[in-house]
């Protein structure tokens, strides 16, 4: 399907003296739209096709709209031509009304796109250069006392000067915000009185979650809502900062059969979402009642359209796609790695400047699929769990194990892996940056916890603490929970340092998790999608603990930054010289080559990493990386090599280490219990 970066929008688009409204529906046989105050619109059906038009004169920004819907009955349908439906691409969609009704609670609103961009451009920061920092709206700056009471939580408070200063201070290039496209509370938790704190539940793929937006936005209606999203983007990006949305296309709000009927159930459910071959049911993948059935032109259509408006128009960065998987599925539900879907993202001419990142698997059959979204040359990255569930293996539950029993269970040939960027997942064409590297993520325990509790603690969440993950490979050190005892806590800040250490020193394109560096906590709740105001801020207070991390984060990117060999773009080919790649030399804590049975026996545990970068567009440059994965105390001897006249320690796990004097080649340094270590080299 060839495409254009001039194709129209759905929904309302606006001229002189009125608007063009467009809609698709194969099953419906009448469609009208409902403008209040300016009357009642039949839409007429293109003769060949399945998209419903029509002119609308005299509407304005500010108009309020829904859509009425008739056609067949039967249990694929749900056409009530009384329902008010909202426009599946409407561009502002409020709250009106405190009704359970769908129709009730929400209405679509026309907008004014207008906004002076001020000739800011997007910073386009290459992707080995960045430092990824997944956040939510709400809860990122809502307890900074740096921010006006009225900001808090808002898209205004994350553009605002204390927000950005702090963003630097990391040393982040690029936000990722979790999603941020109009969504609802589900059906279970509004009736027990909470609400969705995450935002995976779509409620309209177009419009800006209002409720992000500042009181004075609200208040001025959905036109002032994109206008502050839209001012946000602008700042970032003058401050050098990429914008990255967590999109949600795999399902909707409309929950499972019987759920909320709000806009595609109304208008062709039969279509729009996928149906058990055999039954009249839902074909889910999502484990969230629905799965967007992508192999339908029209429901494809909608997310590509979707993509194009906020790449375009809102002018954010790239996107990262909740549970992609369902997304490229056929329509036997059958997962394909060449989808039309995922070409057409690749190579539609609206989004070729964007970042694409994949969470490259779904709750459906033979769901798991990292390391199958793309090719050599297709740009697209993945969000690399192999290397989460590796990394806090070998520097939490394997020293867990020690304490235990003496010895940890695995070897550290696994770390060796993903600190080089994993390329048994992603293969050597696609190269380190197909993998989106993390420790933590939103859903799963948060850095702190991820130190502190042996056990996850959902009780809050009213599931009896059925949901969220069973498998954290955590290690509270000794005590469930927060305690006051020097020791344990000390303990817990060199594993968090470890595992911080670890994810920026590797391959591939690393991501922080908001709040971690301020020693953030859910008590152990590791499934926190349910806003409770004491689990989910940041927390911005003066803290020693928090101030320690923070600086570690901040002098680990600085790091990164400095050391292009610590953040290769390609896979060296053996026997070649490949420009972008980095050279590995491996030696043993005696600083002779890496044996075999130092690869694979736990009793080891330690390696030096010797990484050489390849130059491309940045001058030569190496670095030495240590590692030793035990409680015990080893002396480890600084290879030897003709070309190298010392080592000058540059960061450390452990704290309090002489960070100044050259230690020449063959000297020992004495590991003290488990840490990393980075060594630059004279």
Not at 317 to 342: E, I, K, N, Q, T
Not at 532 to 548: H, I, K, N, Y
Not at 554 to 573: D, I, M, Q, S
Request: charged share 25%; aromatic share 8%; glycine share 12%.
């Amino acid at each position: 399907m060839h495409e254009t970066a001039t194709e129209a929008l759905p929904g309302f688009v606006l001229g002189d003296g009125g608007g063009r409204f467009t809609v698709r529906s194969a099953s419906a046989t009448a469609l009208t739209l409902v403008v209040e105050g300016r009357g009642t619109h039949a839409l007429t059906r293109d003769p060949d096709g399945d998209r419903w038009s029509v002119e609308v004169p005299g509407v304005v920004p500010g108009d309020r709209y829904h859509l009425l819907a008739d056609g067949p009955t039967g249990p694929r349908h749900a056409f009530d031509p009384a329902l008010p439906l909202l426009d599946p691409a409407a561009r502002g969609i409020v709250a009106v009304g405190a009704g359970s009704g769908p129709g009730a609670r929400w209405s679509a609103e026309v907008v004014d796109e207008a906004f002076d961009w001020g000739g800011s451009v997007a910073p386009r920061t290459p992707r080995d250069r960045m430092v990824v920092y997944e956040a939510n709206v709400r809860t990122l700056t809502a307890a900074n006392p740096h921010l006006p009471e009225d900001l808090r939580g808002t898209y205004a408070g994350i553009a605002h000067e204390s927000t950005i200063a702090h963003l630097h201070r990391l040393g982040i290039t690029t936000l990722e915000l979790l999603p941020v496209h109009a969504f609802d509370t589900e059906r279970w938790l509004r009736d027990a009185g909470r609400e969705n704190a995450w935002g995976y539940n779509t409620l309209g793929f177009f419009a800006p979650h209002a409720a992000h937006a500042s009181p004075a936005a609200r208040a001025a209606g959905a036109s002032a809502v994109l206008r502050e999203f839209k001012g946000m983007v602008r700042l970032l990006h003058e401050a050098g900062i990429q914008v990255v949305l967590d999109v949600v296309y795999n399902h909707t709000a409309e929950e499972g059969l019987g759920g909320p009927t709000s806009s595609l159930r109304g208008l062709d459910g039969a279509n729009h979402y996928r149906w058990a071959a055999d039954a009249d049911a839902y074909y889910d993948t999502t484990g969230c009642g629905n799965t967007l059935d992508t192999s339908v032109a029209a429901s494809a259509d909608l997310v590509v359209d979707s993509l194009r408006y906020w790449a375009k128009e809102v002018r954010v960065d790239g996107f990262r796609f909740d549970l992609m998987a369902s997304l490229a599925r056929d329509a036997r539900h059958v997962f394909d790695p060449a989808h039309p879907l995922l070409e057409r993202i690749r190579e539609h001419p609206d989004l070729q400047d964007v970042l694409v990142v994949a969470e490259p698997w779904d709750v459906g059959p033979d769901g798991w699929r990292t390391g199958s979204f793309g090719g050599a040359g297709s740009g697209t990255s993945e969000w690399n769990d192999g290397f989460r569930n590796t990394v806090r293996q070998f520097w939490l539950t394997d020293i867990a194990e020690e304490r235990r029993n003496g010895a940890p269970r695995t070897g550290i040939g696994a770390l060796a892996g993903a600190l080089t960027g994993s390329r048994h997942v992603f293969g050597a064409e696609r190269g380190p940056l197909a993998g989106v590297n993390f420790v933590t993520a939103h859903d799963g325990f948060t850095l702190l916890d991820l130190v502190s509790y042996d056990r996850k603690h959902n009780t809050a969440n009213g599931e009896e603490n059925r949901d969220g993950s069973d498998d954290n490979r955590s290690f509270n050190h000794g005590i469930e929970g927060d305690t006051a005892d020097r020791g344990v806590r000390a303990a817990r800040g060199r594993s968090m340092r470890n595992l911080l250490g670890t994810l920026l020193l590797s391959a591939g394109v690393p991501m922080l998790t908001a709040g971690d560096e301020r020693s953030r906590t859910q008590h152990g709740n590791n499934n926190a999608y349910v806003v409770s105001e004491d689990l989910t801020p940041v927390d911005w207070s003066d803290d020693e603990d928090a101030e320690s991390t923070t600086t570690t984060v901040a002098e680990l990117t600085r790091l990164r930054a400095a050391h292009p060999a610590l953040r290769p773009t390609r896979f060296g080919v053996e026997g070649q010289e490949t420009p972008g790649a980095s050279r590995m030399t491996w030696y043993g804590p005696d600083g002779g080559p890496m044996t075999l049975e130092g690869w694979d026996q736990p009793i080891h545990r330690a390696l030096q990493y010797f990484v050489e970068s390849t130059p491309d567009h940045e001058p030569y440059d190496r670095v030495l990386v240590v590692v030793h994965g035990s409680g015990r105390t080893r002396d480890i001897t600084l290879p030897v090599r003709d070309d190298v006249l010392g080592y000058r320690l540059a960061w450390s796990s452990e704290k309090h280490r002489d960070h100044e004097r050259l230690r020449p080649a063959g000297q020992v340094f004495t590991a003290y219990g488990p840490g990393i270590h980075v060594f630059e080299i004279a």
